[in-house]
């Protein structure tokens, strides 16, 4: 029956029920920005989308990765590629489908050794079989089935020092404040340290070498799993929540502080 959902099982058998679930759409369209899912019978899967027509059809059958340059770097390898994983795993190794990939996007899936794996467009997409892995997780973040891309990833690499101090926060006198702290501020939109290009694998390494990362952007809080154990985060505004979760996950200590120059000395300091 078209549009009907096929279910697959975790790959995972100790899983928690209703955590994450792996279903196949058939004749189901993938949009790209913004990243969504609609069944054959028009039924949002992921969304919300826009309610464009499909510009194009193929009969392949593929998992669903939401990537593009909408989708922060955290959120790609934490949540995104992780649910692209699963669904591969669950799949048999069936090809990624979704909006093509930044420069460090890219690299993510190269590291993996899955360069060869994606399907990259730009425009809504019809394919006769799209497996997306769905449920709280997917969301909310800061679970073990999200950390697959992140633990992939941070042991291909060894942790070399920049900055014992790095701040994962937007531009502006915040950034400029935990400058004059000792902080190296890490772009991951721009894939910049200060003022010098990264590569993913730079970016990865010295994440792992920092013994303190300030944090003011909820959706980039999966990449403190790149961090060592024992180190600590500093997170403010929406960022505490997600930021809690992933610290708890890396084994982090996480103090929540206000965005001014007491809140930031005080957590420096206890």
């Keep these: 029956m078209t549009?009907?959902?096929?279910?697959?099982?975790?790959?995972?058998?100790?899983?928690?029920?209703?955590?994450?679930?792996?279903?196949?759409f058939r004749d189901a369209t993938i949009f790209a920005q913004p990243f969504g899912l609609i069944d054959g019978n028009g039924r949002v899967v992921i969304g919300p989308v826009a309610a464009t027509p499909p510009l194009g059809a193929s009969a392949a059958r593929v998992v669903?990765?939401?990537?593009?340059?909408?989708?922060?770097?955290?959120?790609?390898?934490?949540?995104?590629?992780?649910?692209?994983?699963i669904g591969r795993r669950v799949s048999g190794g069936l090809?990624?489908?979704?909006?093509?990939?930044?420069?460090?996007?890219?690299g993510a899936l190269d590291m993996l050794g899955l360069d060869g794996a994606h399907l990259p467009f730009d425009h809504p997409f019809t394919f006769a079989g799209v497996i997306a892995t769905l449920g709280p997780a997917r969301d909310a973040g800061a679970s073990r089935l999200m950390r697959i891309g992140i633990d992939a990833l941070r042991f291909t690499v060894e942790p070399y020092p920049h900055a014992e101090r790095i701040a994962l926060v937007r531009p502006g006198p915040f950034a400029e404040l935990l400058a004059s702290r000792g902080f190296a501020r890490l772009d991951p939109f721009t894939m910049r340290i200060d003022d010098t290009p990264l590569g993913l694998p730079d970016l990865v390494a010295i994440l792992a070498a920092a013994r303190v990362v300030a944090i003011d952007q909820a959706?980039?809080?999966?990449?403190?799993?790149?961090?060592?154990?024992?180190?600590?985060?500093?997170?403010?505004?929406?960022?505490?929540?997600?930021?809690?979760?992933w610290?708890?996950?890396?084994?982090?200590?996480?103090?929540p502080a206000t965005s001014d120059e007491a809140g930031l000395d005080t957590a420096l300091a206890g």
Excluded: N, W, Y
């Design 64 to 85: 669903a990765l939401e990537a593009g340059a909408a989708v922060p770097l955290g959120r790609f390898l934490g949540p995104a590629l992780a649910c692209g994983l």
């Design 247 to 255: 610290a708890a996950l890396g084994m982090l200590r996480c103090r």
């Design 95 to 106: 090809k990624l489908a979704g909006p093509a990939l930044t420069p460090a996007q890219r």
């Design 3 to 24: 549009g009907a959902a096929t279910p697959f099982g975790l790959p995972l058998a100790h899983a928690p029920e209703g955590m994450l679930t792996s279903s196949e």
């Design 219 to 245: 959706a980039e809080a999966p990449l403190l799993g790149f961090c060592d154990p024992g180190g600590l985060v500093i997170a403010f505004g929406a960022a505490v929540p997600p930021a809690r979760g």
